[in-house]
């Protein structure tokens, strides 16, 4: 039968602190190999501790208040029967906190009291009759789920009888037919109160006292405005003590005084489990007790697990028990001696008892246990993977909460846990951690320093590049104003290179007329050439003319020699014919001189003008060609001159973006001071880590 859980964890309240395992008196009902402990409900007792241990409300009980309202709601037919330990928890308002319920719609209430005092009449049954070793109490479920789970060699010494509650059940079921119809809320100090009624099928709600005054408070409601209703059992004597640690060695006193002796009261999770542990030994060496009077709760169960009185004094819980017990006491024997008054209330109880009504079988759940040890060679395993090699690495330290190594182990083989949450596992990684860390903080440290150097640099840099980025709107600027400027030469250039084209045109037209006059001088001079050659021609007609002539005149002076006086006039006509021809030869060798001085002059300027005809061409096709450029040299400055405006456009663009870069600039010098400062701050950080460490 698989156990029904007792205790809820909130995961989102849970900082896996562990504390809750270190309270556990088992231990391995905690998981804590996840980032949040959970519990293995068929593990747990139920004792409640890890609840009260919980400062960060991780941790609560569970009970069955949302239950009963809603069958109260749906008119469900419900008793109660209220524990002893509620005139603690509601000092002077008990058969008030009867009222309540009644309001809610609960039809009729006992007190657990008197079945405590039938539960101390089962167990002197169960002696008088077995004549056991030795006896267990078992009021408290935590207890009976231990033996049960973790220690069930002892279950045969457990009282095989009822607890006071389901004394109390079982005693309404038999001797109040009434009441068979209807179920019964059992008004409880106990979280693990429910498994005891799950197990044994008596009792249908666990309501635990802490959910009664949570209602209260947040229905703004004080149990003083209630009024009081009666219990309908019969009330008890001194067992209303039951809840009180040694609650029942006082009542066996009343009756089996010779029993109480041998009687051991023990309570406490931290004191009960582990004596437990210790009994077998005991009882192999007969030093035991006859009854062991125990309880979980350290106070009680005035101060259980379903209470809001766990930080409360001993005196102040027990204070109103022994109160109400004295007065019940005093109902018995107020006119009867104590003998009259024992006999009177064992004859009240011997009618609301019969043999095996009252039985309790247990059950032996340790195979639920599941949890196997570790062979040697595997503990070693989970030792290194804890990161213990030697003996100086044992702590012990309980900070898992398994208050040994060995245990943790033990956890950690099963599952249960893992060696992250070892606290020398931890010490070893962090100490592992400073000593990477302090590696990385170095070369982190020298990677800082270079930092600052590269930031020196950087504001440098970027310091350049402000005053650069000043200078060059500066200059884009000025080269705006020297383009226009240029522009404006280039316009002046395209107008003197159209006036120079016009103009070369005009001297490429005087030119080609020039060559022509050229041609036609050239034609003039061949002819002049030609004219001398003809009177280089008469002129030696004339030289030879002139020759003969002479020749004529010397005959002819020879022979007026011959004719003496006769011929002296002939002689004077010849002498003047030879001296006309000697001057016509004469003037024709002066004539031909000139006339082969101008033919050459004539040759001369034919060469001449031949040449300069051939120059005046080349001149025209070099005008030709510089006409030509000038027109490709206009349309290249018109070009220019558009060229030019694009780029005075561009410049403009280009000064936007410089301011831009400028800002841009700027902003960054800012940033670089800002990270500068960063970088001093961080470096200042570093060397203070470095002190540290």
């Not at 060496?285 to 259980?304: S, V």
């Amino acid at each position: 039968m698989k156990l029904t859980p007792v205790v809820r964890v909130i995961d989102e309240k849970c900082v896996n602190c562990h504390q809750c395992i270190s309270v556990c008196p088992v231990k391995i009902c905690q998981d804590g190999s996840g980032s949040t402990v959970k519990i293995n409900h068929d593990l747990c007792i139920g004792c409640g501790s890890c609840i009260t241990a919980c400062t960060h409300g991780a941790r609560k009980g569970i009970d069955d208040w949302e239950s009963l309202i809603a069958d109260l709601k749906s008119n469900k037919k419900i008793i109660a029967i209220v524990a002893p330990s509620a005139a603690s928890s509601f000092e002077g308002d008990l058969l008030r906190v009867n009222g309540f319920l009644s309001t809610l719609g609960v039809k009729s209430f006992f007190d657990v009291s008197f079945g405590a005092e039938l539960t101390v009449y089962s167990y002197l049954q169960y002696i008088r009759k077995a004549k056991p070793k030795m006896v267990i109490a078992q009021p408290c479920p935590a207890i009976v789920n231990y033996i049960e789970i973790y220690q069930p060699e002892l279950l045969p010494y457990l009282a095989p009888a009822d607890s006071p509650m389901l004394h109390t059940v079982k005693m309404i079921r038999q001797w109040y037919p009434q009441f068979n119809e209807y179920k019964i809320a059992v008004i409880s100090p106990c979280i693990a109160k429910k498994r005891e009624f799950e197990i044994t099928g008596f009792g249908d709600y666990n309501i635990t006292f802490s959910s009664i005054e949570t209602h209260l408070e947040n229905a703004k409601q004080q149990l003083s405005s209630f009024a009081e209703v009666d219990f309908l059992n019969p009330p008890a004597e001194r067992a209303a003590l039951f809840s009180t640690p040694g609650g029942l060695l006082t009542t066996i006193k009343r009756e089996a005084p010779e029993q109480a002796e041998g009687i051991r009261k023990i309570e406490g999770p931290h004191v009960i489990y582990e004596y437990f542990k210790m009994l077998p030994e005991s009882l192999k060496r007969n030093r035991h007790p006859f009854i062991i009077d125990c309880l979980n709760c350290e106070k009680g169960c005035n101060g259980g697990t379903g209470t809001n009185k766990k930080e409360a004094s001993v005196d102040e819980l027990e204070g109103a028990i022994a109160e109400r017990a004295q007065k019940l006491k005093l109902n018995y024997s107020s006119k009867l001696s104590d003998k009259q008054a024992s006999k009177r209330l064992n004859r009240l109880l011997s009618k609301h008892w019969k043999p095996d009504l009252y039985s309790r079988q247990y059950e032996d759940r340790s195979k639920s246990n599941g949890i196997t040890v570790p062979t040697e060679k595997e503990k070693q395993i989970i030792f290194h993977r804890m990161l213990k090699y030697e003996l100086k690495d044992f702590y012990n330290c309980s900070s898992c909460g398994y208050n040994s190594c060995e245990t943790m182990a033990l956890a950690i083989h099963n599952g249960l846990n893992k060696p992250e949450n070892c606290h020398h596992y931890q010490t070893a990684k962090i100490e592992k951690a400073q000593t990477n860390a302090r590696s990385v903080t170095e070369r982190l440290h020298d990677r800082i320093n270079s930092a600052n150097e590269l930031m020196s640099q950087l504001r440098g840099i970027v310091q350049q590049m402000s005053h650069s980025s000043a200078e060059q709107g500066t200059s884009i600027g000025q080269s705006s104003a020297a383009i226009e400027e240029m522009m404006s030469s280039i316009q002046n250039v395209d107008r003197l290179v159209q006036e120079r084209y016009e103009m070369m045109n005009s001297l490429h037209e005087g030119t080609q007329s020039g060559i022509e006059s050229f041609a036609q001088t050239v034609e003039s001079v061949q002819r002049v050439h030609s004219s001398v050659e003809k009177i280089q021609e008469f002129n030696e007609t004339i030289h030879s003319i002139a020759s003969r002539t002479n020749l004529l005149a010397m005959n002819a002076a020879i022979e007026a020699a011959h004719a003496g006086n006769a011929g002296k006039g002939f002689a004077v006509v010849s002498d003047e014919i030879r001296k006309l021809a000697e001057e016509t030869a004469e003037n024709a060798g002066l004539i031909a001189k000139d006339l082969m001085k101008v033919a050459g002059d004539v040759e001369e300027t034919q060469g001449v003008s031949k040449n300069a005809s051939f120059g005046m061409t080349k001149i025209m096709d070099q005008l030709t060609t510089v006409a030509s450029s000038f027109q490709e040299l206009a349309f290249t400055m018109k070009e220019m001159s558009s060229g030019t405006t694009q780029i005075v456009q561009a410049l403009g663009v280009m000064l936007q973006n410089s301011q831009r870069v400028e800002d841009s600039v700027n902003e960054v010098s800012n940033l670089v001071k800002k990270v500068d400062n960063f970088y001093v701050d961080l470096h200042k950080i570093s060397e203070d880590n470095l002190k540290e460490l």
